[in-house]
């Protein structure tokens, strides 16, 4: 069983930048694509970026040029570095990890950033 834990949400005034970490256990985490995900209050969970095993990203539009996902085998984590904040980033941020390989669908509880002045 995958465990998931984020961290690094918190209170950034617009124009400013946060990066999170989301740290995995086990040993599949370098072969499973990562993600994350956000959920904004009153709305439905929307992905935000992705990279796989093999370093390929993907990003929304909203958020191209402003956040960078990255991530450290060595350490099993992902990072979304956030930059130039605006109030419409604030949401609770899930880590997801996907491998079809191994049949795995795993989620963290979350970190809830807040973008407000």
């Known amino acids: 069983q995958v465990q998931l834990v984020e961290s690094g949400g918190g209170l950034v005034q617009p124009g400013g930048s946060l990066r999170l970490s989301c740290a995995a256990s086990g040993t599949i985490f370098r072969r499973c694509t990562m993600g994350w995900y956000r959920q904004a209050p009153g709305k439905q969970r929307e992905l935000v970026a992705t990279i796989t095993s093999d370093d390929s990203t993907n990003y929304v539009d909203f958020v191209k040029g402003r956040f960078t996902i990255s991530r450290d085998n060595a350490k099993n984590t992902v990072y979304l570095q956030m930059n130039r904040l605006i109030p419409e980033d604030t949401a609770v941020y899930y880590c997801?990890?996907?491998?079809?390989?191994?049949?795995?669908?795993?989620w963290g509880k979350g970190t809830l950033v807040t973008v407000s002045s």
């Open positions: 997801n990890l996907h491998s079809r390989l191994y049949v795995v669908d795993a």
